[in-house]
């Protein structure tokens, strides 16, 4: 059964910081990876999608990583900004035909002014 | 990318009763997805819509407690039946197009007393 696991679970950081979240995930054989951000009282939005034969997407401030083979993926993000405060969900996409995503719980960030 | 709107976005229902909700994507798209958001948790996948056919449930969820129907390619319906005070969460719909990347609604507030 696939796992997901986001480290830290929270992080506050000052503006203008460049900070790394971290995904692992228990089962190497995935079809892709995706980052999403969740605003409180809000829906996913999502950030950056990695195929398994990919090894980084990038977008604007944000990048990320995937090393399939050791099942973990970073997400970049560049001097952060107080807009970036949310939570950020990482998911994977199981081989074997069901095509669901098994999310992690999500790293809260704040982004202090 | 698709857009997807929810009705209702959130409610308060009494225990005993049941919920219908709605969500409709402003394209047609191939998979549709009901997932459940507890409170502090992570997205757990309820169950994956099928146009024309009965939905496939994830462990844990049967059809009687969460009927769900999939008229055409961009609309499915989410009921929580019998509602307990445990079924309190957010519920949010999910669709998946030709691309790989997976939009979500904004999600139905539900509380029950």
């Known amino acids: 059964k696939q796992e997901v696991t986001q480290i830290p679970a929270a992080l506050s950081v000052p503006e203008g910081e460049n900070l790394v979240l971290n995904c692992s995930f228990t089962?190497?054989?995935?079809?892709?990876l995706q980052w999403f951000r969740q605003d409180p009282g809000k829906g996913l939005t999502s950030l950056l999608l990695?195929?398994?034969?990919?090894r980084e997407q990038t977008s604007g401030r944000l990048n990320a990583s995937l090393d399939k083979s050791s099942g973990r993926s970073t997400l970049y993000i560049a001097a952060s900004q107080p807009g970036d405060s949310a939570t950020y969900l990482c998911?994977?996409?199981?081989?074997?035909?069901?095509?669901?995503?098994?999310f992690g719980k999500g790293t809260k960030l704040t982004v202090n002014p | 990318s698709a857009v997807i709107s929810q009705k209702p976005s959130r409610d308060i229902c009494q225990r005993g009763t049941s919920l219908t909700i709605q969500c409709q994507v402003d394209?047609?798209?191939?998979?549709m997805f009901w997932y459940r958001q507890q409170p502090g948790q992570s997205l757990t996948l309820i169950a994956t819509?099928?146009?024309?056919?009965?939905?496939?449930?994830e462990s844990g969820f049967v059809i009687d407690k969460f009927p769900i129907s999939r008229p055409n390619l961009t609309f499915s319906t989410l009921t929580v039946s019998n509602m307990s005070p445990e079924d309190s969460s957010i519920y949010l719909c999910?669709?998946?197009?030709?691309?790989?990347?997976?939009?979500f609604g904004p999600g139905t507030r539900l509380l029950v007393l």
């Open positions: 999910s669709a998946r197009g030709g691309a790989e990347t997976q939009y």
């Open positions: 089962d190497s054989a995935i079809y892709n």
């Open positions: 990695i195929q398994s034969s990919q």
């Open positions: 998911a994977v996409t199981t081989q074997g035909g069901s095509e669901k995503l098994v």
């Open positions: 394209s047609q798209v191939t998979m």
């Open positions: 819509a099928n146009q024309g056919s009965e939905a496939t449930y």
